[in-house]
């Protein structure tokens, strides 16, 4: 599905729809939704760290940055055989689409041949491949995507207006930069933010309003809900109010139709409610595994229970191309 064509979106319409009352929002998002999409499907996409630890950023809210102290332990890139074998796992467990991220400011072009040889393996598996290893160079971005990398994954975090209290070591236009080296390279955005970084109503506007007038918007849009990390600078943030989450998913939803919406990071400490809520006001995707890339996720038995009392089936696999043409072949 292509998400080309899309209209420019004013702040001020978008303001106008993030403050609409409550159940004219979520009608107005869900109406939006069953144009595009079977309402009862969720995509499933699983994650794995594949190095941890001693990143050289300062992002405030994260647990692998060499600036604060979480306790946490760096280590190497994994092996691929190691990766291809976790991806098997998640594929075993209904997962569609494999993310891998790392630690990284950058990858370094001595680690490209183990990074391209992870994509061609999860590839061919019959899994939609995904990455997220900071910033992008044009020719990483297309080295990648002759691996058969399907979506990057490079958040904008916040509005521009407040990235700069979240983040010093790099700025929105470095993170603009990689999202169209990627789009360049013909491989598929996913690209959203944090919620509840001591930002205003206005910055979660402003992100998406940024978000959708990208020259194409992003195909999948993960929408986090900070997990408070001892000793880092957003350990003690307050906590946004669900319906205030929900209601930016409903914008996320209205603003760009197409897009795949992940109800990401924070699913643990929401209730089954909010988190009905979120799948009501437009988000279909989620990641699934007891594990983001360092922090705890719902246990796959968890989510089963919750799916079956609100009647959710996961979304089909999409037919890889290469399984497709081997498949067409025959
Ligand atoms: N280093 C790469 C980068 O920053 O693009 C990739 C990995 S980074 C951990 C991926 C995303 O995870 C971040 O952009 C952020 O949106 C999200 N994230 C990290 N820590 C989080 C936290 N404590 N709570 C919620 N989301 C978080
Ligand atoms: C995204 O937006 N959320 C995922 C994925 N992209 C890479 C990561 C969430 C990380 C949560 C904190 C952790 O596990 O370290
Ligand atoms: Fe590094 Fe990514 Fe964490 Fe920022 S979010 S510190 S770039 S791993």
């Not at 946004?240 to 998913?249: C, G, Q, S």
Request: proline share 5%.
């Amino acid at each position: 599905m292509s998400n080309t064509a899309a209209k420019t979106w004013a702040r001020d319409a978008a303001q106008a729809l993030y403050d609409l009352p409550f159940n004219d929002l979520i009608f107005r998002a869900q109406s939006v939704h069953r144009e595009h999409f079977d309402p009862n499907r969720i995509q499933k996409s699983q994650l794995l760290s594949i190095k941890t630890g001693g990143c050289p950023e300062d992002c405030g809210y994260c647990s692998q940055s060499a600036h604060h102290s979480t306790g946490l332990s760096a280590s190497k890139l994994i092996e691929v055989e190691r990766v291809l074998a976790e991806a098997h796992r998640a594929k075993e467990a209904g997962s569609t689409r494999y993310c891998m991220g790392a630690a990284w400011r950058n990858p370094k072009q001595r680690d490209m041949a183990a990074l391209t040889a992870m994509v061609a393996g999860v590839k061919s598996m019959g899994m939609e491949t995904c990455m997220t290893l900071g910033m992008l160079s044009p020719e990483q971005a297309l080295e990648l995507k002759r691996a058969g990398l399907d979506y990057y994954n490079h958040n904008l975090d916040t509005s521009e207006r407040h990235y700069s209290e979240i983040i010093t070591t790099r700025t929105y236009a470095d993170r603009l930069d990689t999202l169209a080296n990627v789009r360049d390279a013909g491989v598929k955005i996913c690209s959203g933010g944090i919620l509840g970084m001591g930002e205003e109503a206005q910055d979660r506007i402003d992100m998406l309003v940024t978000l959708a007038n990208l020259p194409e918007p992003p195909e999948s849009m993960p929408i986090n809900m900070l997990i408070p990390i001892e000793g880092t600078p957003l350990a003690d943030a307050e906590p946004i109010e669900p319906l205030d989450f929900v209601r930016t998913i409903a914008l996320a939803r209205i603003m760009m139709p197409q897009s795949h919406v992940r109800l990401s990071a924070g699913r643990t400490e929401m209730s089954d409610e909010t988190q009905a809520l979120c799948f009501l006001a437009g988000a279909n995707s989620i990641f699934s595994g007891d594990t983001l890339l360092t922090t705890d996720n719902p246990e796959d038995d968890v989510d089963a229970v919750l799916f079956r009392k609100l009647g959710l089936k996961p979304e089909e696999p999409v037919m890889q191309e290469a399984v497709a043409s081997h498949v067409a072949a025959e």
